[in-house]
């Protein structure tokens, strides 16, 4: 089993759609948890970044963790055709030299104007 | 905010040629930065973890004679691809995280990668 699970698409909605982007993973010690925003030919950018589990909300954007369940979410309100782009999950561990991020394969998402 | 500049964005040259890629934290300083590539419709796969002041860490299978890194300030990481071959072209990314006290993480924020195609 990969320490990290995600979709990876392609997702294609119309504009205004509310979107769900999902990740799994397997290991408990993970604590930390990320989305990123990669453009086509561009670095992943930040968007949410959570330790606890329940929601965080910025702006459209909203990150749900569930640790009881190994789960995480990302849904996108008002989806906009500039939210084109691949989202990747990412975890990361809190022990001593656990700085690197596991990734999932991220989604590709398509909004339709 | 927190940004990481990546230097240059692109690269073509022939093969045999040593190609050096900066990474530089802009805003804020960060002992840690990470070197990753990631090939076409594919996510990252980290590469070696830079720390200031001390070697990098390399992941299994990296060569560490092919890629070297320095990390020579708080603010600044180098990666050398030595004497390049076709079979190194690919994107290469790199990220950092801000100095933090305890044991809090910071998120790392990425810089837009480099671009890197061996003739």
């Known amino acids: 089993q990969k320490e990290v699970e995600q979709d990876p698409g392609p997702l294609s909605v119309p504009e205004g759609a509310i979107v769900s982007l999902n990740c799994t993973y397997s290991?408990?010690?993970?604590?930390?948890f990320m989305w990123y925003r990669q453009y086509s030919r561009k670095g992943p950018e930040l968007l949410m970044y959570?330790?606890?589990?329940g929601n965080k909300e910025d702006g459209r954007f909203t990150a749900q963790v569930d640790k009881s369940s190994k789960y995480i979410s990302l849904f996108i309100r008002d989806s906009q055709p500039s939210d084109s782009a691949t989202y990747l999950c990412a975890v990361q561990g809190t022990g001593a030299g656990s700085y690197q991020l596991t990734f999932g394969k991220g989604t590709k998402l398509s909004v339709i104007p | 905010g927190a940004v990481v500049s990546q230097h240059p964005s692109r690269v073509i040259c022939k093969s045999g040629t040593s190609v050096k890629i900066e990474c530089r934290s802009l805003?804020?300083?960060?002992?840690?930065m990470f070197w990753y590539r990631q090939f076409p419709k594919k996510s990252l796969m980290l590469m070696a973890t830079s720390n200031e002041g001390s070697k990098a860490t390399y992941e299994q299978g990296v060569e560490k004679d092919k890629f070297l890194i320095n990390h020579a300030s708080l603010t600044l990481s180098t990666l050398t691809v030595t004497s390049a071959h076709p079979e190194d072209s690919s994107f290469y990314i790199c990220?950092?995280?801000?100095?933090?006290?305890?044991?809090?993480?910071?998120?790392?924020?990425f810089g837009d990668g480099t671009r890197l195609s061996i003739l």
């Open positions: 290991n408990s010690a993970f604590q930390y």
């Open positions: 959570t330790y606890s589990s």
């Open positions: 805003d804020f300083q960060a002992t840690t």
């Open positions: 990220s950092a995280s801000r100095l933090a006290g305890g044991s809090q993480r910071q998120p790392q924020h």
